[in-house]
């Protein structure tokens, strides 16, 4: 599956965004899906994820309540609703897929199979 991260952009303390990934194939309601984000000069970490039927989603702490994960299988596309947005949300999101967790979700980067190109968030304060 091939991902395409978009919908960031520049944005201040206290607004929102919604980050969209698209995937190509027709197997993408197979796929459990994860965003990450990564500052500079830090890790990627994790920020939310979605098993592929969108029962279930996961998130960081840091994140809960004001982010919104969710996905459409009939538009092959996940999405993240930032609201709150905060200074220090600012990095670069990436999306990504794995079928192999099978509805848990992933929470290491390491574990995803498919990644996305990267959107930049920027929350100026």
């Known amino acids: 599956v091939q991902l395409q991260a978009y919908g960031g952009g520049l944005v201040q303390a206290g607004g929102s965004l919604r980050l969209s990934c698209a995937a190509s194939g027709r197997t993408f309601s197979a796929y459990d899906m994860g965003w990450f984000r990564q500052a500079p000069g830090k890790q990627r970490k994790f920020v939310a994820g979605?098993?592929?039927?969108?029962?279930?989603?996961y998130y960081a702490d840091s994140v809960k309540v004001r982010f919104t994960i969710s996905r459409d299988n009939t538009k092959n596309t996940v999405y993240l609703q930032m609201n709150s947005l905060k200074p220090e949300d600012t990095a670069v999101y990436y999306c990504?897929?794995?079928?192999?967790?099978?509805?848990?979700?992933?929470?290491?980067?390491?574990?995803?199979?498919?990644w996305g190109q990267g959107t930049q968030v920027t929350v100026s304060s």
């Open positions: 979605i098993s592929w039927g969108g029962s279930s989603s």
């Open positions: 990504a897929a794995d079928r192999r967790s099978r509805g848990s979700v992933y929470y290491t980067a390491e574990l995803y199979a498919y």
